[in-house]
C-alpha cells in the first residue's frame, strides 16, 4: 500500500485491489472509497486533520470494506448512493456482474487478494441522489453514473476541474487511456455514464483502478474492442 500525491490537497491510497483518495480542505478531509476490509488504522494514520466524510462511489467490498471500521474510529459521516445503500448496510446482497468471458478469470483473481468473509457495516448511513451538492473541494456535485452497480456514482468538483469516476471509468494497463470498467451489471448503463463522465470535461479523473488520468478524454467508440487489463481493474 502507497500515497501518491497528485495535488497539493489530493491524495491517492493505493491497495492491493483497488485505490481511496484523500481531499484535504483545511484541517478537514474526505475520503473517496475506503479500500477493502484491514485497511482502516493504515487510513487513519493518513488522514491530516479531521476525516468529515467517507463518500462511497459503490458497493463493492474493495471500495466499502475499511468504511465501518474508519467510521467508528473517527466519527467520520458515511455516504452511498440510495440504490446501493442496502448492499453498503449489509441488508440485502448486492446484484452481481454479468461477466465478459475474459473478466472471469480477473474477478477471480480480485477475490483471491482480498480478506474473506464479512467485514464491518457503517454504523450510519447517509443516502445520496444524483445531483445532491456535497461541502468540500468549493462544492462536489454527486452524479449518478449506473451500469456498475445500480446506485454507482462519481464526483465532479468542477472549481477544481477533478472528478471521482469509481469504478465507471479505468485507466487501461496498456496506454493509460480512459476505458470504461469492467464487472458491470449493466455494460450498457456502464457505456452511457462513462460518456457522461467524459463530457464534463474533467482536468483529472480519478479512477478506481489503474493511473489517474490527467486532461480532458473521449470515449472510445462502443465498438472498439477493449484488451482486457492483465490484473484485477
Same mark, same amino acid.
Given at each position: 500500500?502507497?500515497?501518491?500525491?497528485?495535488?497539493?490537497?489530493?491524495?491517492?491510497?493505493?491497495?492491493?485491489?483497488?485505490?481511496?483518495?484523500?481531499?484535504?480542505?483545511?484541517?478537514?478531509?474526505?475520503?473517496?472509497?475506503?479500500?477493502?476490509?484491514?485497511?482502516?488504522?493504515?487510513?487513519?494514520?493518513? +488522514? @491530516? &486533520?479531521?476525516?468529515?466524510?467517507?463518500?462511497?462511489? =459503490?458497493?463493492?467490498?474493495?471500495? /466499502?470494506?475499511? *468504511? $465501518?471500521?474508519?467510521?467508528?474510529?473517527?466519527?467520520?459521516?458515511?455516504?452511498?448512493?440510495?440504490?446501493?445503500?442496502?448492499?453498503?448496510?449489509?441488508?440485502?446482497?448486492?446484484?452481481?456482474?454479468?461477466?465478459?468471458?475474459?473478466?472471469?478469470?480477473?474477478?477471480?483473481?480480485?477475490?483471491?487478494?482480498?480478506?474473506?468473509?464479512?467485514?464491518?457495516?457503517?454504523?450510519?448511513?447517509?443516502?445520496?441522489?444524483?445531483?445532491?451538492?456535497?461541502?468540500?473541494?468549493?462544492?462536489?456535485?454527486?452524479?449518478? +453514473? @449506473? &451500469?456498475?452497480?445500480?446506485?454507482?456514482?462519481?464526483? =465532479?468538483?468542477?472549481?477544481?476541474? /477533478?472528478?471521482? *469516476? $469509481?469504478?465507471?471509468?479505468?485507466?487501461?494497463?496498456?496506454?493509460?487511456?480512459?476505458?470504461?470498467?469492467?464487472?458491470?451489471?449493466?455494460?450498457?448503463?456502464?457505456?452511457?455514464?462513462?460518456?457522461?463522465?467524459?463530457?464534463?470535461?474533467?482536468?483529472?479523473?480519478?479512477?478506481?483502478?489503474?493511473?489517474?488520468?490527467?486532461?480532458?478524454?473521449?470515449?472510445?467508440?462502443?465498438?472498439?474492442?477493449?484488451?482486457?487489463?492483465?490484473?484485477?481493474?
Amino acid at each position: 500500500m502507497d500515497v501518491i500525491a497528485l495535488l497539493p490537497r489530493l491524495h491517492l491510497l493505493r491497495f492491493p485491489v483497488g485505490q481511496a483518495y484523500l481531499w484535504r480542505d483545511g484541517d478537514e478531509s474526505t475520503l473517496i472509497d475506503a479500500g477493502p476490509a484491514g485497511s482502516a488504522g493504515w487510513i487513519a494514520a493518513r +488522514v @491530516p &486533520g479531521r476525516l468529515r466524510r467517507i463518500v462511497l462511489t =459503490h458497493f463493492h467490498e474493495d471500495h /466499502v470494506g475499511g *468504511a $465501518g471500521e474508519l467510521a467508528a474510529m473517527t466519527g467520520a459521516e458515511v455516504l452511498a448512493h440510495r440504490l446501493d445503500a442496502p448492499a453498503v448496510r449489509g441488508e440485502v446482497p448486492g446484484p452481481p456482474p454479468v461477466f465478459e468471458d475474459w473478466e472471469r478469470p480477473l474477478h477471480a483473481e480480485a477475490l483471491r487478494q482480498l480478506p474473506q468473509g464479512e467485514f464491518t457495516r457503517p454504523p450510519r448511513l447517509t443516502e445520496l441522489s444524483d445531483g445532491d451538492d456535497l461541502d468540500f473541494g468549493g462544492g462536489a456535485r454527486v452524479v449518478h +453514473v @449506473p &451500469g456498475h452497480t445500480p446506485g454507482s456514482i462519481a464526483l =465532479h468538483l468542477p472549481r477544481h476541474g /477533478v472528478l471521482f *469516476a $469509481g469504478d465507471t471509468v479505468a485507466a487501461s494497463p496498456t496506454d493509460g487511456m480512459p476505458v470504461p470498467g469492467v464487472f458491470n451489471v449493466d455494460r450498457s448503463h456502464t457505456l452511457a455514464s462513462y460518456a457522461q463522465l467524459a463530457a464534463l470535461v474533467p482536468n483529472l479523473t480519478c479512477v478506481g483502478h489503474g493511473a489517474p488520468i490527467m486532461g480532458a478524454w473521449t470515449p472510445v467508440p462502443a465498438s472498439t474492442p477493449i484488451p482486457p487489463p492483465p490484473s484485477p481493474a
